[in-house]
């Protein structure tokens, strides 16, 4: 644990580990955490912030392990309610979400990671980006280069060659 963090969990999160149903592991690495993440129930995301991106969600739903998420920052953008995890509005909600995650579909939920969130999915919306900029290019009397001097145009051939 970093030092950052240290007086946080030394505060809040500490006093909370004596309680009976609560074992705490620590911090896992890279190599624990396909098992770890595979193995459970669901993966708990009470965030109550905007929240940019939850990379814990997409790290779970590779795992094929649903999360249980409230309502808040990037939830909803990443996680299709009723497949790859529940989204709750309240604490209750969660509570009884636990009971309904255990009959979702494994499978289905790492099948939208499949669709969504691989590196191959990603260089794939790259591509269709380079295409459709290099699709759209402005014909050279418009462009920037026509602006540059003959001198300028003749350096940056010599440079490219």
Excluded: H
């Excluded at 098992?35 to 939850?54: K, R, T």
């Amino acid at each position: 644990m970093d030092a950052a963090d240290r007086s946080y969990f030394e505060k809040t999160i500490k006093p909370l580990l004596s309680q009976t149903n609560v074992e705490f592991l620590g911090e896992i690495g890279d190599s624990q955490k396909a098992d770890f993440l595979g193995n459970a129930v669901a993966c708990l995301a009470p965030i109550d912030w905007p929240e940019p991106f939850g990379l814990n969600m997409i790290e779970a739903m590779a795992c094929g392990t649903p999360t249980i998420a409230f309502r808040e920052g990037s939830v909803p953008e990443i996680i299709d309610d009723g497949v790859s995890g529940l989204i709750v509005d309240s604490l209750e909600e969660a509570v009884e979400a636990v009971d309904r995650v255990r009959f979702m579909s494994r499978a289905a939920c790492r099948d939208v990671f499949e669709e969504r969130f691989t590196s191959r999915r990603m260089a794939k919306d790259y591509v269709k980006l380079y295409e459709k900029v290099a699709d759209k290019t402005l014909p050279f009397e418009e462009s920037l280069m026509a602006e540059l001097s003959e001198t300028d145009n003749e350096q940056m051939a010599e440079d490219a060659a």
